[in-house]
């Protein structure tokens, strides 16, 4: 059985340790979902999409969701009364420079297993948790010495950066568009990319006490737009750009995404590269935006 999450403060392996399948979903466009209300309440197109397609996951037994910004706030009450399958909703401060702050999120965790526990699985153990810990690092330290190996050959197309929260799958032909255009994606900032792994667990930690390391790997290392202050945000784009000499930075944002909307005016102000905003709207094809990328390529070239 599945548990459907989307947002990149729900450990996996949290979900693996308790029995499930970790899913993470990315909806499809969807421009009918939520017509009515949530369309005029201007709720944006992602949890639009999420609203409704979350629940209909095939061998889903529950839905977590994260409570990054009030639209998905807002999307997880929605989703827990009309749902057939138990909704929870994760709350991850967005202050996160006390000691509170980091406990409230790993009590968050402990509440996710019980609440998991509750869904049909088992309270993890110890152990189990760690072993799970331990098999995605694995992964992770494979991927990163891939992606670290890749960026060391010679690429062709001009290196940008994109950043940004979730996509929509359609909107993942952004990375072709960029390429058609004569760039390359050097730096993934968007949710599911880079910007969102946690930092490596501590072994040492992870088998002592797994819950707060995971918590902590977790707090510590994914900057993110709701975080106040947003200073990890911009520090991490800053390092990433210099580290992938990236000449051009697009942010990627959803109609009605104020989240990540408020961040732009920013990094023009502090970035020395040029900054590109994109609204999507799973509305319009493609091609409405194709030639300010164009355009913004051209630029850079
Ligand atoms: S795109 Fe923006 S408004 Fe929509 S879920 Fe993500 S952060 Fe929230």
Not at 138 to 148: L, P
């Given at each position: 059985?599945?548990?459907?999450?989307?947002?990149?403060?729900?450990?996996?392996?949290?979900?693996?340790?308790?029995?499930?399948?970790?899913?993470?979903?990315?909806?499809?466009?969807?421009?009918?979902?939520?017509?009515?209300?949530?369309?005029?309440?201007?709720?944006?197109?992602?949890?639009?999409?999420?609203?409704?397609?979350?629940?209909?996951?095939?061998?889903?037994?529950?839905?977590v969701?994260?409570?990054?910004?009030?639209?998905?706030?807002?999307?997880?009450?929605?989703?827990?009364?009309?749902?057939?399958?138990?909704?929870?909703?994760?709350?991850?401060?967005?202050?996160?420079?006390?000691?509170?702050?980091?406990?409230?999120?790993?009590?968050?965790?402990?509440?996710?297993?019980?609440?998991?526990?509750?869904?049909?699985?088992?309270?993890?153990s110890?152990?189990?948790?760690?072993?799970?810990?331990?098999?995605?690092e694995?992964?992770?330290?494979?991927?990163?010495?891939?992606?670290?190996e890749a960026?060391?050959?010679?690429?062709?197309?001009?290196?940008?950066?994109?950043?940004?929260?979730?996509?929509?799958?359609?909107?993942?032909?952004?990375?072709?568009?960029?390429?058609a255009?004569g760039?390359?994606?050097?730096?993934?900032?968007?949710?599911?990319?880079e910007?969102?792994?946690?930092?490596?667990?501590?072994?040492?930690?992870?088998?002592?006490?797994?819950?707060?390391?995971?918590?902590?790997?977790?707090?510590?290392?994914?900057?993110?737009?709701f975080?106040?202050?947003?200073?990890?945000?911009?520090?991490?784009?800053?390092?990433?750009l210099?580290?992938?000499?990236?000449?051009?930075?697009?942010?990627v944002?959803?109609?009605?995404?104020?989240?990540w909307?408020?961040?732009?005016?920013?990094?023009?102000?502090?970035?020395?590269?040029?900054?590109?905003?994109?609204?999507?709207?799973?509305?319009?094809?493609?091609?409405?935006?194709?030639?300010?990328?164009?355009?913004?390529?051209?630029m850079?070239?």
């Open positions: 059985m599945k548990v459907v999450y989307t947002s990149a403060f729900v450990p996996p392996e949290l979900i693996e340790a308790c029995g499930f399948e970790a899913h993470r979903l990315a909806p499809r466009a969807d421009p009918r979902a939520g017509e009515g209300a949530l369309y005029a309440a201007g709720v944006c197109p992602f949890v639009r999409a999420w609203i409704a397609q979350a629940p209909r996951v095939d061998g889903a037994a529950a839905v969701a994260g409570s990054e910004c009030d639209q998905m706030r807002r999307g997880a009450d929605i989703l827990a009364r009309r749902a057939p399958l138990p909704v929870f909703l994760l709350n991850v401060p967005a202050t996160w420079q006390t000691e509170a702050a980091r406990r409230y999120y790993r009590d968050e965790l402990r509440r996710l297993a019980a609440f998991l526990e509750a869904a049909g699985g088992v309270f993890p110890g152990d189990a948790l760690a072993a799970r810990m331990a098999a995605a694995r992964r992770r330290a494979r991927e990163r010495a891939a992606a670290a960026a060391s050959r010679p690429a062709a197309g001009v290196p940008i950066a994109l950043v940004g929260g979730p996509l929509l799958q359609e909107d993942a032909a952004l990375f072709g568009l960029v390429a255009c760039g390359r994606v050097a730096v993934n900032g968007l949710d599911g990319g910007r969102t792994a946690p930092r490596a667990f501590d072994p040492r930690a992870a088998r002592r006490n797994p819950i707060e390391e995971l918590a902590d790997a977790y707090f510590d290392g994914v900057p993110d737009a975080r106040r202050p947003d200073d990890g945000l911009h520090a991490w784009i800053g390092r990433a210099a580290r992938h000499g990236a000449r051009g930075l697009i942010m944002r959803y109609v009605w995404c104020d989240t909307h408020a961040e732009t005016g920013r990094l023009r102000d502090e970035l020395r590269v040029p900054v590109l905003e994109l609204d999507l709207n799973d509305e319009v094809p493609l091609a409405r935006y194709a030639t300010r990328v164009q355009a913004f390529l051209e850079l070239a």
